[in-house]
């Protein structure tokens, strides 16, 4: 946790008195570290308008507790296409376009200095229209990689290139967020790294605080052995995150040198019926399905856990990989997940294919032939988490403002 602060602090950042409106349709907890600092960052200066509807009721206070009544959620929000939960799908699978009567409204009431969009769709477009009619510079934060986005339709990439032009500033994940906002058209000059993270000083803190005791009566609940290895997984049980190819792995792992793997599963969703079946017809012991837990208690399992498991099929961020590595664990991640060029190293972890039986297989066995050496490779991913943190966030949100002010008077 020092080296997490001192991380923090050591970095520089001068505020700036400009009048920034992010336009965020929804978030959850992680957002809100995010939003205070860069709130503190522009001199309390930072609007935030969110969708009442989307944004849970604790999320909504907790943001509103942080910047004061520049927190404005806006109802009536009407949409067109898919209402299911979009999250639960692979990317581009449904089509929904959602619209805020009266933001444009609204935005023009902030009277900003610069506009913040989280990428080109969801509630982007009218601060689209806004930069377009009063010429106020716009950022966009992006999330999106040439691997999440492998399935886009034509008119998709044609609606992104085109608005391109009018974006001034980007600031995305990670390098793989990077290569493709430039392959979408934004010149590199113009393109941060670094906006999107996970609240992990507060995780790290309870983490460390936690008394055995109680861990040893979880481990004992969830019927896994104490001389077991234990990978844990945190999760929505759907099909994108990739559980049910990483299962028909497991099958074949049987361990190495005599250590005892144990597969812990922490999350709930639509495919837990059929990943149980799964499990029950192969007959494995050393899996166990805890549910659907309360966040609050998440650091409660990653204490009991030796390595951190991620077989997801399609992701731009996991946060729960920071959230993981905040709580000291080796990390063994998908290829297919856009933060591992950032977080996981050969001294921390591992990348592996999940689509592919024999790597997830040989990345298992390479995670038990160094069971000794968890503990430092845990200390490192909690040094290399250190550098991403809200307030790290928020400075390289405002240094993308700064960037898009530069630019305030090309049209283009």
Request: aromatic residues 8%.
């Amino acid at each position: 946790m020092d080296k997490i602060r001192q991380s923090t602090s050591n970095q520089s950042a001068s505020s700036i008195t400009a009048r920034v409106t992010y336009i965020c349709r929804s978030f959850l907890d992680y957002r809100v570290p995010v939003f205070e600092e860069l709130s503190k960052l522009t001199d309390g200066n930072l609007t935030v308008f969110f969708s009442e509807k989307s944004v849970p009721e604790r999320v909504q206070k907790r943001l509103c507790r942080a910047i004061g009544d520049r927190a404005i959620g806006l109802s009536g929000e009407r949409a067109f296409g898919f209402h299911g939960n979009i999250t639960n799908e692979f990317s581009n699978t449904q089509i929904r376009i959602p619209w805020q009567p009266g933001i444009l409204k609204e935005i023009k009431k902030s009277n900003p200095d610069v506009l913040i969009g989280d990428g080109f769709s969801q509630w982007t477009l009218p601060a689209l229209v806004y930069r377009i009619l009063k010429g106020v510079p716009l950022v966009i934060c992006y999330e999106r990689t040439a691997h999440t986005e492998r399935n886009a339709q034509w008119y998709r990439r044609v609606y992104r290139k085109a608005v391109v032009p009018f974006v001034n500033a980007m600031c995305v994940n990670g390098r793989l967020s990077r290569e493709y906002a430039e392959f979408l058209g934004m010149p590199g000059n113009r393109i941060t790294i670094g906006h999107m993270v996970a609240d992990i000083m507060e995780l790290s803190e309870k983490h460390q605080r936690l008394d055995l005791k109680p861990i040893l009566a979880l481990q004992e609940r969830l019927c896994i052995p104490s001389d077991a290895v234990v990978f844990i997984s945190v999760t929505k049980l759907i099909k994108r995150k990739g559980i049910a190819e990483f299962l028909e792995s497991w099958k074949g792992f049987k361990g190495t040198g005599g250590v005892k793997p144990h597969l812990l599963i922490v999350g709930d969703g639509p495919e837990r019926g059929n990943l149980e079946s799964v499990c029950r017809r192969a007959a494995p012991s050393n899996v166990t399905f805890a549910g659907g837990i309360d966040y609050n208690d998440i650091h409660n399992y990653y204490r009991l856990a030796d390595v951190f498991v991620i077989p997801t099929l399609e992701d731009n961020w996991s946060l729960v990989v920071p959230e993981a590595m905040a709580c000291g664990l080796p990390i063994m991640c998908s290829k297919y997940n856009g933060c591992w060029p950032e977080l996981v190293t050969t001294e921390n972890g591992w990348v592996f294919d999940p689509l592919d039986v024999e790597d997830t297989i040989s990345c298992l066995k390479k995670c038990l032939t160094v069971k000794d050496k968890f503990p430092t490779m845990g200390k490192k991913s909690l040094e290399i988490v250190s550098h991403h943190t809200p307030e790290h966030a928020a400075r390289s949100i405002l240094n993308t403002c700064r960037i898009a002010m530069e630019r305030r008077h090309a049209r283009f």
